[in-house]
């Protein structure tokens, strides 16, 4: 299970986007003061919540996308099945990173962001990592069907 690479690239998937959780997407400045955005919440510093609908769906994409990634360990020995999987989840991750783009262009009217934090990097990341999934999952299907033709 885990001596395959693409094992290990979506453990780092799912441990990337449960990064995304914990750690702040950007620090974004109004007239008002400074927000900081994370994926649940964008909350001016020291106070309640400012703005949380819209900002808590990364959060609750971030965790389904982490949870499809890691069931999808697991399905090792139903390759057709855990590429579906994983295709699905790229979709997950390419929709919320169209979604933070969203986000940054739509805050922008308000005011401006002073810093972008690890929190928005790591859906590119898991994306990409997603990729490198695939293609060895591919890689691993080709190998058994040529195994299957030598027999």
Not at 22 to 27: A, D, H, Q, R, V
Not at 78 to 104: D, K
Request: some cysteine.
């Amino acid at each position: 299970m885990i001596q395959r690479i693409q094992s290990l690239w979506l453990l780092l998937i799912s441990a990337a986007l449960l990064a995304v959780l914990f750690l702040p997407i950007g620090i974004f400045k109004t007239p008002d003061g400074l927000y900081e955005c994370t994926a649940f919440a964008l909350k001016q510093e020291g106070s309640q919540v400012f703005f949380h609908w819209p900002v808590r769906l990364i959060g609750y994409v971030s965790i389904a996308s982490a949870t499809l990634a890691f069931i999808s360990i697991f399905l090792y020995k139903r390759r057709s099945l855990q590429l579906i999987f994983c295709r699905i989840n790229a979709l997950i991750i390419l929709t919320m990173i169209l979604g933070l783009i969203v986000m940054i262009f739509f805050l922008r009217k308000e005011g401006e962001w002073v810093s972008y934090g690890a929190g928005l990097w790591m859906p590119i990341a898991s994306f990409a990592l997603d990729l490198f999934a695939i293609r060895g999952i591919r890689k691993d299907e080709r190998l058994v069907k040529s195994w299957d033709r030598i027999r």
